[in-house]
């Protein structure tokens, strides 16, 4: 079964490379060769594993329906894994980065091939140049050396990422991953400056499949 991961940006994200440009920003975001702006497959692989976790104690009364609990620790732990060092186990979960949606991308991608148009103009289309201080606490004026200069991905902008290895699972399992996307909020840097509201959903062939999914986590709790 093939799930795809949709991403719609409701704010402005900075979606950090951990990178500076010189003169132009202190904290640039990640792109592809293209220009195009991503998300990367691990980096929301964690952010979803992180948000089922949520779920499944929310949706369990904060552990009180033991059984129900364990059996939905024993879904995420079976889609995204374990560490350590004795007794690691891989996920069965597979996605691709969160990318710009091919029907967007293919009049970038062959303008680009033509020569009439280069990567770093659709990078600079989809994203713009923020100004920052901080402020002095004591004196409410902003401290000295304190400007800095963030790009950020524009809101109204959506990635997406394509899912494999949910083939075994049932609905209701599929269900608390759908949970933990519902509950997803913020992705990126800077979220106490409003940065990085997401809505984040799941589609199969064209359709958005979420409340479907959550309809039978729901079943799965008031039934244990």
Do not use: N
């Amino acid at each position: 079964m093939s799930l795809r991961i949709v991403i719609r940006l409701e704010s402005e994200a900075i979606f950090s490379s951990g990178e500076a440009v010189p003169a132009v920003a202190d904290l640039d975001i990640v792109r592809d060769k293209d220009g195009f702006p991503c998300y990367g497959a691990r980096r929301l692989k964690g952010m979803w594993r992180e948000q089922t976790d949520f779920a499944a104690r929310a949706l369990s009364g904060g552990g009180r329906h033991a059984e129900a609990y364990r059996d939905m620790m024993q879904v995420i732990e079976r889609c995204f894994g374990r560490g350590g060092l004795a007794d690691a186990v891989e996920g069965k979960v597979r996605m691709t980065d969160a990318v710009v949606p091919l029907e967007v991308r293919k009049p970038f991608l062959e303008a680009i091939r033509k020569g009439e148009l280069h990567p770093q103009e659709v990078f600079e289309s989809m994203t713009a140049i923020r100004h920052f201080t901080s402020i002095d606490e004591d004196t409410g004026t902003v401290e000295r050396r304190s400007l800095r200069q963030f790009r950020v991905l524009l809101e109204g902008v959506e990635l997406v990422s394509d899912v494999f290895g949910l083939d075994d699972l049932q609905d209701r399992e599929i269900g608390l991953l759908a949970c933990g996307l519902a509950g997803w909020r913020y992705a990126g840097v800077m979220k106490h400056r409003g940065k990085g509201r997401i809505h984040a959903s799941l589609w199969k062939d064209g359709e958005s499949v979420t409340k479907t999914y959550l309809e039978a986590a729901r079943k799965w709790v008031t039934a244990s």
